[in-house]
């Protein structure tokens, strides 16, 4: 199982990227999605979920309506389209797998881990 997160950069404040996480050797439809970030000296912290289907999504409240989160089950990619960055947006942003079809904040529930794109934002 491999998934691949791209689409990080360096951005202004206020500016927007749309990360990518591209899912290969498992059956990506039935599996549920998460976004995670991990600044420097912190720990990872849930950022956006979404169920198999696409139909369910939830966020943390910092990013509610300026992250997106979607998926594309025919090309096996999960995207998270980020609006109005923050300098506090800043980390390195994984993308995770849940067999259970379902999102959690709880990262020790997710199956298969990406390698992480580095997000930075100056003021």
């Known amino acids: 199982v491999q998934l691949q997160a791209s689409g990080g950069g360096l951005v202004q404040a206020g500016d927007s990227l749309r990360l990518s996480c591209a899912a290969s050797g498992l059956t990506f439809s039935s599996y549920g999605m998460g976004w995670f970030r991990q600044a420097p000296g912190k720990e990872r912290e849930f950022v956006a979920g979404?169920?198999?289907?696409?139909?369910?999504?939830y966020y943390r409240d910092s990013v509610k309506g300026r992250f997106t989160i979607s998926r594309d089950n025919a090309k096996n990619t999960v995207y998270l389209q980020m609006n109005s960055l923050k300098p506090e947006d800043a980390a390195v942003y994984y993308c995770?797998?849940?067999?259970?079809?379902?999102?959690?904040?709880?990262?020790?529930?997710?199956?298969?881990w990406g390698q992480g794109t580095l997000v930075t934002v100056s003021s």
């Open positions: 979404i169920n198999w289907s696409g139909g369910s999504t």
């Open positions: 995770a797998a849940d067999a259970t079809g379902r999102y959690t904040v709880q990262l020790r529930r997710y199956n298969y």
